[in-house]
């Protein structure tokens, strides 16, 4: 007799009755197993899906990290959507996509589980110091007019940690890890599409301000010494603050500020242990 029994590993389903959103999940596609949800979602996109349709997918083949990396993604354990967004967008909306996706995820897991989600710059999600979440915003472009966009979203949820590949293992962590008991995948999909939905139309209504004030205020990573590993060089700085497009704004020691996009490598600084001195308005104002 098989030991994996079905109340262990249940099959992932969509609630479309418990959506309360207009937009966001206004078309569903749910997948047994995909290359990549993002890129089902373009392919949907081309063939004339709907904005706000989302690809959910139980397991990805060959699923996308930032930076070229690859985002482990075996089945019956952990949730891989994408949404996509129709567009124009004004440039600073499209910026802010990846901080309104991690900002659902964090709500979506406090409200289901009670646990400290946070927030980590550019675009984690972070429980107990360990990534729970990751997103990756990809977009087409056509001139200099975005014609549509795709928010990708990766949730490690019932992944127990002796599971994961021994190179995971020292800096993710899973929802189930960390409460101790399996969640509700489908209920998790159905809280962060509603959470999502719900942010977007404030973002739309309001500007990036507000959110990426609310993002600010539980972000691990501002007030902290951080190391930056781009392009041009190594260097140890403060990070400050975010700007409206969504860099990383960094303190020199001499007192300098420099932005610093998303295709840099930043890290704790070794030896910083300082707890952050205030988490609130660090998003520069617009
Ligand atoms: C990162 O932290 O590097 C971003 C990870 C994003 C992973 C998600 S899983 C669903 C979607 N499809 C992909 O191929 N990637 C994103």
């Known amino acids: 007799m098989s030991r994996t029994t079905t109340t262990e590993r249940p099959p992932l389903t969509v609630p479309r009755a418990d959506l309360t959103g207009g937009r966001i999940g206004s078309r569903i596609d749910l997948h047994t197993a995909v290359d990549s949800t993002n890129t089902t979602a373009f392919e949907a996109s081309g063939a004339g899906a709907p904005d706000g349709t989302v690809i959910v997918a139980d397991a990805q083949r060959a699923g996308r990290g930032r930076l070229g990396r690859s985002w482990n993604s075996p089945p019956g354990r952990n949730l ?9 967008f004004p440039r600073q909306t499209v910026a802010a996509l990846p901080f309104l996706a991690a900002v659902a995820l964090r709500d979506a897991i406090r409200d289901l589980t009670g646990l400290d989600a946070a927030t980590k710059w550019p675009n984690d999600v972070i429980i107990n110091g360990r990534k729970v979440g990751g997103i990756l915003v990809e977009a087409r472009e056509r001139g200099s007019q975005t014609t549509v966009a795709v928010v990708g979203i990766g949730v490690n949820v019932n992944w127990p940690r002796r599971s994961m590949p021994a190179d995971l293992r020292p800096t993710a962590t899973s929802i189930q890890t960390e409460q101790g008991r399996a969640v509700s995948r489908p209920r998790l999909l159905v809280t962060l599409l509603n959470r999502f939905d719900a942010g977007y139309e404030r ?43 969504g860099r990383l704004m960094i303190r020199r020691p001499d007192g300098s500020t420099t932005a610093v996009t998303a295709d840099a490598v930043v890290r704790p600084a070794i030896g910083d242990l300082t707890a952050p001195t205030t988490r609130r308005s660090h998003a520069l104002r617009h």
């Open 80 to 88: 891989y959507l994408s949404i996509v967004l129709g567009a124009p």
């Open 203 to 245: 973002l739309r209504r309001q500007g990036s301000g507000p959110l990426l004030e609310d993002w600010s205020r539980t972000c691990i990573t501002l007030g902290r010494r951080v190391t930056i590993e781009s392009p041009s060089g190594i260097i140890t700085a403060t990070a400050v603050a975010v700007d409206p497009s």
